[in-house]
Structures are given as structure tokens and as C-alpha cells.
């Protein structure tokens, strides 16, 4: 049954959570327009192509596509068929320094139990501890609470997904796995504590001292069954083109190469954006009701100014982050036998201890597959990433600047021979990204990545809120509650829907 056509949403970027948002308030009769600076859809999650090799940008899996996932809930809802996809099972293989045996983090919980047995012994309370927080935890999300609440009816949104399961977690909120760890007598389990900053580190942004103890213990589990997570077959550009379908649908509409470059508003509430027009090199300003601004927290200070004491608070907030991470990654097209035979889809590699996390001295690494898509018969992708200090790259020179990625990519094609067969004749593309890059073509300032760390001091009800000082103006993305990955960002893009229809300025 057809509804009546509601307010009109301008969505600010089509990176996963804008494109959600914009496909469900579409199916629920609003008026929707979505533009992006990019060519294709997507964002982080989106793909390029080279010499007929398929390259994802910066997600390379996914979370949520199982019944009840937040993926699967949506496209549900939206009607529209998920993609095709594969369990990665292991979902990660860990190298820590010197080490030719990898920890394996196993889908099946059985299987995953006895490894981390054999691995660590002596952590079982450490992991029957995170179980318990993280069935706890994955119910109450699962009532869709919002966090942090800002007015009475994110309150009771909260307060609702609130059950007596839920209270166990409460002594917990203000510890960080390190705090954890020293509970349990095994803060001096080097390779214990090796192994978390590394999962964690690629998950939340912060180590095991840092890291929401409550985030963890879901960032850590999540890719146990009946969880998991998925490799999609073609590529993850299929999961925002199954999303554009959805919002074209219901008759939302894309604009792909448009530029916002102002969030307008007049009296603490939204009035519109001014546009760029890429391709024609024309401006105009698009009225709106409600906008969705899919962008970091940092863009969105900088695409308003509003002169009120809420938004100046707000933006001093923002200023006090701690400064987020870079990411430098390298693009590989190589021949099937440079891939060991049972190369495993995603691998961490740790080089040594006494370095940081980042820097090439940690990589993490997704393998293509045979018939997925990503590469012609006999053929294969490797793509290789590390976090890195984004500061460095946008000092000095261009000379500056070319040295330094070049160092950078001999480093980290040097560290990947020592897992695959990287001669020069199995070598068929490469390139490499950095945070430069990634400012380039997804817009996020100077190119971070990930969102927001998620620490005790930015994760749940003291993160950053969908809701801002602007009546009308909405975030979501790894900004936001409950963090990174397509899945998190789905998360954020539904609550900011509920909040919409529901009217709750």
C-alpha cells in the first residue's frame, strides 16, 4: 500500500550507512536525494578496477548477513535479495614475531575454543568472561536501544532495550580489556596480549589497554557461528549496489560526483545543503527537511557553521578527540601461485614486538579466492593494509611525500614475500594508497580511517550522538554508536531513521 509522500532527506554521502538510511526513509515514503563527490557508491566499502582485477577499497568483509543480522533485517525490509556469499572461516589467521604457525580464529565455537586452549593456556576465564558480556551485550542490541541517548525518547529507547540480562554488564562499563586482563593475573601473557592488540587494533581502532572492555567482548566474538563474518562473491561494491537498488525503488535518487560543500541552517534548524556539480561546475542549494550526513564527525564540523553556544560546545567536543587513524594500503594482482595453498582470506602478520601496531610493521592482509570474482582464472588479489600516523603524510614536499610511499611499498612488498611468492614474474598490478589517497576519493578529512577509537571516554552512552545542536541534521556512520564495519554503520543509519519518523526534535 502506498503511503503519502513525506518530508524531503538529503543524505550527505553514499558510503553504507548513507545509503541505508536513505533506502529505508525512502521505503517509508520520504522524499530522499543522496549525493557524493565519488564516481561509484560506497565509500570505504566501495571497489576499483585495473587490467580486469577487482579491487576493494578499504572493507574487505562483512558482518550481519545472517538471520537477524542487521544487513539481513535491512534488506528485508527493503525487499531486495542478498548477496552471494561465502563464511570466512578462519575469519582472521594471526602471525605474532618469529611465529610460521598462525592462531586461527575459527567460526565454530568448539573449534575456536580448543585453539585459543592450546594457544594461550590458562585465559579460558579470561574468554568465558567476554561470552557471558557479549550474549548480554548482542541482546540488548539486538532491541535496538540508542546511544547516547539525547532527549526523552532516545531515553526510552534505551531504557526499553534495558532487561535483567542486561545488568551484568553494567559493572564492566568503565573497564578496558587491559583491565580485564590484569583481573585475571594475565597482563604478563605477552602473546595473549600481542594477539588482542592486534584483533583489537583492527576492530576498534585502540589497543587491549585502551579498548572498551563491552565493545571487545562483541568485536571478538562476532565472528563466531551462529554469527560470522562473510566474504561476498563479486566484490563489496555488490553490497551498496543491492543498497542503491533498494533506494531507487521507492523512488530515492542518487548523485554521484556532486559535492556538498555547505550544511545550511537557519535558527538551529536545517534548511538545506549547496551543491557542486562536478561534471558541469555549477552550484545550487537543495532545500531540505531533514539531513543525513553520512561523513566523519570531522567533515561535519566543517560543513557547518552555525553561530549558536550548542554547536560551539559541540564543536570543542569534537576538537578534543583523540586524533584518529591513517591507513596505507597496497593493491596487488598477482598469479594464482603466489597464493599458498591453503591461504586462508584474511591473515594478520605481526613483525616484531618491539614495534607499534602500523607502520608495516603490522599488516592486514585479504586473499581473493578462486571464482569469487575478483580476478580471471588463474589470477589473484592481495590486498595489504597498515595503519599509519596521517600526520607525516601531508609534511614536506611532493618529493617528500613520493619517498616516503616508496619506502613504505618496498617495506611492505618485502614483509608479504615472506608469506607469498611474490617474484617479479608473478607480480601482475601494483599500486598503493594512502591517507592522501583516501582524502582523495572518499572525501573523509586528510584520509583517516575507522571512526572514532572506540576507548571507555567514546564508546556507547559517552560516544557521539546521531542526534546534533541542529534540529534536523543527522550523523551516521563509524562516528557514531556502535562503530566501524558495514554493520555498524547499518546500525547507526537505522536508529537515525527511527529517530526521524518518530519526530523527535
Known amino acids: 500500500m502506498s503511503q503519502k509522500r513525506k518530508s524531503r532527506v538529503v543524505v550527505v554521502g553514499a558510503g553504507i550507512g548513507g545509503l541505508t538510511a536513505g533506502a529505508l526513509l525512502a521505503k517509508r515514503g520520504y522524499e530522499v536525494v543522496i549525493y557524493d563527490q565519488a564516481i561509484v557508491p560506497g565509500g570505504c566499502a566501495s571497489t576499483f578496477k585495473r ?38 572461516d578462519p575469519a582472521c589467521a594471526v602471525f605474532l614475531p618469529g611465529e610460521t604457525e598462525p592462531i586461527r580464529v575459527w567460526r565454530d565455537r568448539n573449534l575456536w575454543k580448543q585453539e585459543r586452549q592450546r594457544q594461550f593456556p590458562g585465559s579460558e576465564p579470561f574468554w568465558n568472561l567476554l561470552a557471558r558480556l557479549f550474549e548480554a551485550s548482542w541482546k540488548f542490541q539486538s532491541r535496538d536501544p540508542v546511544l547516547p541517548p539525547r532527549n526523552l525518547w532516545d531515553c526510552w529507547q534505551l531504557l526499553s532495550a534495558v532487561r535483567l540480562d542486561t545488568l551484568i554488564t553494567v559493572p564492566f562499563t568503565l573497564m578496558t580489556v587491559g583491565d580485564a586482563l590484569k583481573l585475571y593475573g594475565l597482563a604478563g601473557d605477552k602473546r595473549l596480549k600481542t594477539f588482542l592488540d592486534m584483533q583489537l587494533k583492527l576492530y576498534s581502532q585502540v589497543d587491549a589497554d585502551n579498548t572498551a572492555l563491552l565493545y571487545a567482548a562483541t568485536a571478538l566474538a562476532v565472528s563466531q557461528a551462529p554469527q560470522g563474518l562473510f566474504h561476498l562473491k563479486g566484490s563489496m561494491q555488490v553490497l551498496s549496489d543491492r543498497l542503491v537498488a ?15 560543500k555547505e550544511i545550511k541552517s537557519d535558527q538551529g534548524k536545517v534548511t538545506g545543503v549547496r ?54 594500503v597496497i593493491y596487488l594482482g598477482v598469479k ?20 607499534v601496531i ?39 614536499t611532493k618529493e ?20 607469498f611468492n611474490l617474484t617479479p614474474d608473478n607480480i601482475i598490478h601494483q599500486e598503493t594508497a594512502t591517507p592522501r589517497t583516501f582524502a582523495k576519493y572518499t572525501a573523509r578529512e586528510q584520509g583517516i580511517v575507522g571512526g572514532v577509537g572506540q576507548r571507555v571516554s567514546t564508546f556507547g552512552p559517552f560516544g557521539i550522538a546521531n542526534r546534533t545542536p541542529i534540529k534536523g541534521l543527522w ?5 557514531t554508536h556502535p ?16 529517530q526521524i519518523i518518530n519526530k523527535t526534535y
Open 51 to 88: 587490467r580486469g582485477l577487482t579491487f576493494d577499497v578499504g572493507a574487505t568483509q562483512v558482518a550481519g548477513l545472517e538471520p537477524g543480522g542487521i544487513h539481513h533485517r535491512i534488506f528485508s525490509e527493503l525487499e531486495i535479495e542478498l548477496p552471494a556469499t561465502t563464511y570466512c
Open 246 to 260: 533498494g533506494l531507487e525503488k521507492y523512488g530515492g535518487k542518487i548523485y554521484m560526483r556532486h559535492s556538498v
Open 275 to 328: 551543491v557542486y556539480n562536478q561534471k558541469t561546475g555549477e552550484t545550487h542549494t537543495e532545500a531540505a527537511d531533514e539531513i543525513v550526513a553520512n561523513v566523519t564527525v570531522q567533515n561535519l564540523i566543517k560543513l557547518s557553521n552555525p553561530s549558536s553556544s550548542s554547536w560551539q560546545r559541540y564543536q570543542q567536543h569534537i576538537d578534543k578527540l583523540p586524533e584518529a587513524s591513517g591507513a596505507f
Open 336 to 355: 594464482q601461485e603466489a597464493i599458498p595453498s591453503d591461504c586462508p582470506p584474511h591473515l594478520q602478520f605481526l613483525y616484531d614486538y618491539d614495534g
Open 358 to 396: 602500523g607502520e608495516n610493521n603490522s599488516l592486514f592482509v585479504s586473499v581473493s579466492k578462486p571464482g569469487d570474482g575478483r580476478a580471471p582464472t588463474g589470477q589473484a588479489t592481495i590486498i595489504a593494509s597498515s595503519f599509519t600516523d596521517v600526520g607525516m603524510w601531508w609534511k614536506g
Open 400 to 419: 617528500n611525500y613520493d619517498s616516503l610511499k616508496q619506502q613504505y611499498t618496498q617495506e611492505a612488498v618485502s614483509r608479504l614475500g615472506t608469506y
Open 475 to 479: 550523523l551516521v556512520g563509524d562516528s
Open 483 to 498: 562503530g566501524e564495519g558495514t554493520a555498524g554503520v547499518s546500525y547507526s543509519a537505522l536508529t537515525v531513521v527511527r
